[in-house]
C-alpha cells in the first residue's frame, strides 16, 4: 500500500490555490498581464500591423480580444511565476511604510536637534 501512495502524483497547484493564497496580488497581477499584453497588441494594430487571421476583416477590439485569448495561458503562467515577488515586494513596501524613519540613523538630520528657545527669548 505504501507503494501506491509512493506513485501518487500531488496534484499542482492551479490559479485557485494561487488566489486563495495570494488573494488580490494574483488577481492584480493577472490583470496587469491582460492590460500590458492588450496594450501592445492594440499599439501594434495602431501602428499597422496586418492581422492575417480570423480577426481580419473585424475591428480592432476583436483583433485584440483574439490576441489576449490567444496568450491566456501564457499570461496564466507569469501569474503563476510573478505572484510570489509582487507578493513579497509588497509586504517588504507595507513593512518599510509602517516603520517610520529615524531621524539621525537615516540621514534626515545631521545630529541631534536644537533646543527649543525658551518662552521668553523669542
Known amino acids: 500500500m505504501s507503494d501506491a501512495k509512493a506513485n ?3 496534484p499542482r497547484p492551479g490559479i485557485k490555490d494561487l488566489v486563495a493564497e495570494y488573494g488580490f496580488v494574483a488577481v492584480g497581477v ?3 498581464t491582460s492590460v500590458v ?3 501592445l497588441a492594440a499599439l501594434a494594430i495602431v501602428f499597422g500591423l496586418e492581422v ?3 480577426g481580419a476583416g473585424a475591428g480592432t477590439a476583436f483583433s485584440i480580444w483574439l490576441v489576449l485569448k ?3 495561458i501564457p499570461r496564466i503562467a507569469a501569474t503563476a511565476v510573478l505572484t510570489p515577488f509582487v507578493a513579497q515586494l509588497l509586504r517588504r513596501r507595507k513593512k518599510d ?3 517610520p524613519p529615524h531621524p539621525v540613523q537615516d540621514g534626515i538630520l545631521e545630529g541631534p536637534p ?3 528657545p525658551e518662552p521668553g527669548e523669542l
Open 70 to 72: 490567444a496568450s491566456q
Open 97 to 99: 511604510a509602517a516603520e
Open 30 to 32: 493577472y490583470l496587469s
Open 8 to 10: 501518487e502524483k500531488k
Open 52 to 54: 492575417e487571421s480570423a
Open 37 to 39: 499584453v492588450g496594450g
Open 114 to 116: 536644537e533646543p527649543l
